[in-house]
């Protein structure tokens, strides 16, 4: 994933989408966008079963031009921008989610 060419800044992102992976065992899928869907940014985090590792998920992130792409399909662009600005209008970017 990487920006498209002339996008050099940073993005603000809101999370849009948690799953869990179908491929791996204990693999949870966030994809964070920008309010109008244009962009996404997809992390993938490993879930243990330690009690004592508490990773805070957060309910926007300064996302780098090189760490986000386009999204292309119109759809889950309109899907994408409906969520993050829910998101946005009911979360702080600290907020834990």
């Given at each position: 994933?990487?920006?498209?060419?002339?996008?050099?800044?940073?993005?603000?992102?809101?999370?849009?989408?948690?799953?869990?992976?179908?491929?791996?065992?204990?693999?949870?899928?966030?994809?964070?966008?920008?309010?109008?869907?244009?962009?996404?940014?997809?992390?993938?985090?490993?879930?243990?079963?330690?009690?004592?590792?508490?990773?805070?998920?957060?309910?926007?992130?300064?996302?780098?031009?090189?760490?986000?792409?386009?999204?292309?399909?119109?759809?889950?662009?309109?899907?994408?921008?409906?969520?993050?600005?829910?998101?946005?209008?009911?979360h702080d970017p600290d907020d834990e989610v």
């Amino acid at each position: 994933m990487g920006a498209q060419t002339g996008e050099t800044d940073t993005k603000r992102m809101w999370l849009v989408e948690r799953t869990y992976s179908d491929d791996e065992q204990n693999i949870v899928i966030l994809v964070y966008a920008t309010e109008d869907g244009r962009f996404y940014h997809r992390r993938e985090r490993a879930l243990t079963s330690f009690t004592g590792d508490h990773r805070v998920t957060k309910a926007a992130l300064d996302v780098p031009a090189d760490s986000y792409g386009p999204v292309d399909d119109p759809e889950e662009r309109e899907q994408y921008a409906t969520e993050a600005q829910r998101m946005a209008a009911t979360h702080d970017p600290d907020d834990e989610v």
